[in-house]
């Protein structure tokens, strides 16, 4: 296959900080060493690595540093990360919102970008008038979208409100029509950005299938950026991972997501301070204070029970206090909860420490994260959460502890199969 | 030694062969994205490609103008009427600045149609990015598509209100007002043009400017309403003491309004020499502006 897209040692550079303070003086600098003392771009070389959590010295970042892709045509490529790991802005250097700093992109045919479908509506017009105005911001002629008018407004279903200004469509109706003429926009390269988010679940799989459509049938490339590794394992062939503007990762679209999930949790956080007894928030009866997993590590084996610490601080008095937890995988999608019958009490303005333990969780071999909250009532009352505390740690569950029964099956785990190894019992009988 | 039918094989072939190169060619045209391209890399090519843009945006201008409006399209004589009713009130009554002979309300029109078209198109323009950053920061398309479309839509407004101005103009001519209409009104297309190309090079400089240093924005906003009063919109030229008129003629407008009252109206000052000033200045303003435009278009949304 010949290539589609082939990016050399693309470098993106911002400037942090606000922009307008020192600008001049920047510019001025800039602008006497290259072009009266002929030397190179004086801020070119200070700048360091995009990394969002730690504090750096340099007014610049490397958005994006040294990229090298070559993409086949026909591919689907899927670029994961973190987010500001510089996937956006890679979309935005191709679909030449932006430009770079250095390096070179080329590129055969059209690059139609999905950054955010329906630019350029413009409320007051009808359906069909903005059917033409979306499509030449596109860069489709007047002939093209004649053409494929009645495929586009097939292909929305927005045929009743054709005529109608857009200002009255829902959103939903919006994006429908907005995504209608990117698809039938016949790029060779199209960029997709996080746009399956919105629409329907009908228009979801419309927009898969065309999404795949383009690709196979047609030979024609697609980059799609998400944090959906569902939609990505479903698309694509190939996949990036971006790590802090740098390629972390490259090979098949499953090879990727599992670097990128493996790596995804090498922060490790086992301590976390939620606020002191000085900035204690006032609306809340019942506040967290701490939060630290107990044993000071991240990762545990099967079975092995994982205990949390908290702090708590009461500003009223609660006769039947809980803690409630839930824990959700990798994808951020919940896989199981606990809500709380043991209540214990607190005084008013009293301080309490509590652990809580996870007992027999059988979670399988992978990444999760848990969160917690502290609230009151059961059942029969309704529940009231005074605090909540989302994604506060994310663990794994990696090793295995020969003593324990299944241990090694859960060692070999296979994500396929899910997260929770249930207990069971087999029987000759 | 060849048969016709060879012959035509080989003619086939020869063609399957140019086409295949031709075809090869094409493949292997890649369109390059580099961080810097020097200043004069306009490609104007690619502008000719979007004309379809330039039109949808002029129709969206007009249309979307007077959507849910009760007047309509009238609003875009209205505005002229009361400024020129204004005008006769303050400057004629009040002040009694002269008028060089010339019924208030014809000199003031013809002066305040063509200055409204250039101050709503300078203004405009120079807002081009700040405007349309929400677009421009998802899709690419030549930037220099929507103040070229914004000075052809204003273009449709001022023809609507010349035609108003030509109704006023005939009632005064046939009434026996002292107006002489002379060979010199042949210049109208021109002047359009040139009023047209001053405001796009100042609008796209301007707009180019303030992606980064906002300060222009308000430097224009009043800047615009202090250069009327540089212009001879509700004075005429000769009331200027001869050896000062260079001072109000160095604003390239001066000579555009004056050509016009010269021609319609029969009074004013024609001068080639000012006339080809400002011709030459608003080719300077639009080459340098494209210029610094086609620069700013590939990193302005980093800096707006």
Not at chain 1, 102 to 110: L, M, N
Not at chain 1, 246 to 265: P, S
Request: glycine share 8%.
């Amino acid at each position: 296959m010949p290539t589609a897209i082939k990016i050399e040692n693309l470098s993106k550079q911002y400037r942090l900080g606000v922009i307008g303070t020192g600008t001049l003086s920047h510019d001025l600098n800039r602008w006497w060493t290259m072009n009266v003392l002929r030397r190179e771009d004086p801020y070119l070389k200070i700048g360091e690595t995009n990394d969002r959590a730690t504090k750096g010295n340099s007014e610049y970042v490397w958005a994006l540093k040294d990229i090298n892709m070559e993409i086949e045509q026909g591919d689907v490529v899927g670029i994961i990360g973190k987010n500001g790991a510089g996937k956006s802005t890679l979309l935005k250097i191709l679909s030449r919102v932006t430009k770079h700093t250095t390096g070179t992109i080329k590129y055969k045919g059209r690059i139609a970008s999905l950054l955010e479908v329906g630019t350029g509506f413009h409320p007051e017009m009808t359906g069909r008038e903005n059917i033409y105005m979306n499509g030449a911001i596109m860069g489709m002629t007047r002939a093209e979208i004649t053409r494929k008018l009645d495929e586009i407004v097939d292909f929305s279903g927005c045929e009743r409100y054709l005529d109608t200004p857009v200002k009255r469509y829902s959103s939903g109706m919006t994006v429908r029509l907005g995504f209608a003429i990117a698809a039938h926009l016949d790029p060779e390269i199209l960029v997709v950005d996080e746009v399956l988010a919105v629409g329907d679940a009908e228009f979801q799989k419309k927009a898969i299938g065309k999404m795949q459509d383009v690709s196979k049938g047609e030979g024609r490339t697609v980059l799609f950026v998400s944090h959906n590794m569902g939609a990505v394992r479903n698309l694509c062939k190939t996949g990036y991972v971006l790590k802090n503007g740098m390629i972390d990762f490259c090979g098949t679209a499953e090879n990727a997501i599992g670097h990128y999930l493996a790596t995804k949790v090498d922060d490790v956080v086992t301590q976390k301070t939620i606020c002191t007894e000085d900035n204690l928030p006032q609306e809340k009866t019942v506040a967290f204070m701490t939060a630290a997993i107990e044993k000071n590590k991240c990762s545990f084996s099967f079975k092995e029970p994982i205990s949390f610490v908290f702090e708590i601080k009461a500003r009223k008095a609660v006769a039947d206090c809980r803690i409630n937890a839930t824990i959700a995988d990798a994808c951020g999608a919940a896989i199981g909860s606990v809500s709380n019958d043991e209540f214990f009490s607190i005084n008013k303005d009293e301080k309490k420490k509590i652990r809580f333990t996870l007992l027999d969780h059988n979670l399988a071999a992978g990444q999760y994260s848990i969160s917690f909250s502290v609230g009151t009532g059961n059942y029969k009352t309704g529940q009231t959460d005074f605090d909540i505390l989302i994604s506060l740690f994310n663990f794994d569950i990696d090793t295995y502890d020969e003593n324990i029964p299944d241990s090694k099956s859960c060692a070999q785990w296979n994500v396929g199969w899910g997260s929770i190894m249930f207990p069971h019992k087999t029987e000759i009988i | 030694m060849y048969g016709n039918k060879n012959k035509a094989e080989v003619f086939v072939r020869i063609i399957t062969f140019a086409y295949k190169l031709v075809k090869m060619e094409n493949d292997l045209t890649y369109t390059i994205i580099k961080p810097q391209s020097s200043l004069l890399d306009l490609n104007l090519r690619e502008l000719w490609q979007y004309r379809d843009l330039i039109r949808m945006y002029v129709k969206r201008d007009i249309v979307t103008f007077y959507k849910q409006t009760i007047l309509g399209p009238l609003w875009f004589v209205l505005q002229p009427v009361l400024t020129t009713v204004m005008f006769m009130f303050v400057f004629g009554n009040l002040a009694g600045i002269s008028t060089d002979g010339i019924p208030g309300v014809v000199f003031y029109f013809s002066g305040i149609i063509i200055w409204n078209y250039f101050a709503d198109c300078l203004n405009r323009n120079s807002r081009t990015f700040t405007d349309n950053q929400n677009v421009f920061g998802k899709v690419y398309f030549p930037r220099l598509v929507v103040p070229i479309s914004v000075t052809i839509s204003n273009l449709v407004r001022l023809a609507i209100q010349f035609a108003l101005f030509v109704v006023i103009y005939i009632y005064f001519f046939a009434t026996g007002a002292d107006i002489e209409p002379n060979i010199y009104l042949l210049f109208l297309p021109l002047l359009v043009l040139m009023t047209a190309g001053i405001s796009l090079g100042f609008g796209i400089i301007f707009s180019s400017l303030t992606t980064k240093y906002r300060d222009l924005t308000f430097l224009l906003q009043f800047g615009v309403q202090l250069w009327m009063y540089a212009t001879p919109i509700i004075y005429p030229l000769n009331s200027i003491p001869a050896d000062k008129q260079w001072l109000i003629q160095l604003n390239p407008m001066t000579s555009v309004i004056e050509t016009f009252k010269y021609g319609a109206l029969g009074t004013g000052v024609f001068s080639w020499g000012w006339l080809g000033y400002s011709f030459a200045l608003m080719t300077l303003l639009i080459l340098v502006g494209i210029m610094i435009f086609n620069k700013i278009e590939k990193s302005f949304m980093d800096t707006v």
